[in-house]
Nanobody, 122 residues
Framework: QVQLVESGGGLVQAGGSLRLSCAASRRLFSGDAMGWYRQAPGKQRELLASITGAGGTNYPDSVKGRFTISIDNAKNTTYLQINSLKPEDTAVYYC????????????????WGQGTQVTVSS
């Protein structure tokens, strides 16, 4: 299991930007992937972006445009840049680590961070 620690959340005004970080206990291996999810109160956990060990990125159609995932392999850290924040982006944001074929299926993911709260005020 991989240990993951998120940071960078906080309170931000609508229209602002945030960069979330996820530090992993090991590098992203080939065949593995890291993903960013969020969960708002009363809602299911939602995939925002994923990145593979080969550097490929994937974004669900529902969130394309405002979210950008990147990785610094030297630091074993994945980032999620969020622009043009909206009040509906308020949620706990989680990073995840697993095999590439499982990263989009929350119930199958083996490693989760503790989450970081993002609150967007109007």
């Amino acid at each position: 299991q991989v240990q993951l620690v998120e940071s960078g959340g906080g309170l931000v005004q609508a229209g602002g930007s945030l960069r979330l970080s996820c530090a992993a206990s090991r590098r992203l291996f080939s065949g593995d992937a890291m993903g960013w999810y969020r969960q708002a109160p009363g809602k299911q956990r939602e995939l925002l972006a994923s990145i593979t060990g080969a550097g490929g990125t994937n974004y669900p159609d529902s969130v394309k445009g405002r979210f950008t995932i990147s990785i610094d392999n030297a630091k074993n850290t994945t980032y999620l840049q969020i622009n043009s924040l909206k009040p509906e982006d308020t949620a706990v944001y989680y990073c995840a680590y697993d095999r590439n074929e499982r990263i989009r299926i929350p119930n199958l993911i083996g490693s989760w961070g503790q989450g970081t709260q993002v609150t967007v005020s109007s």
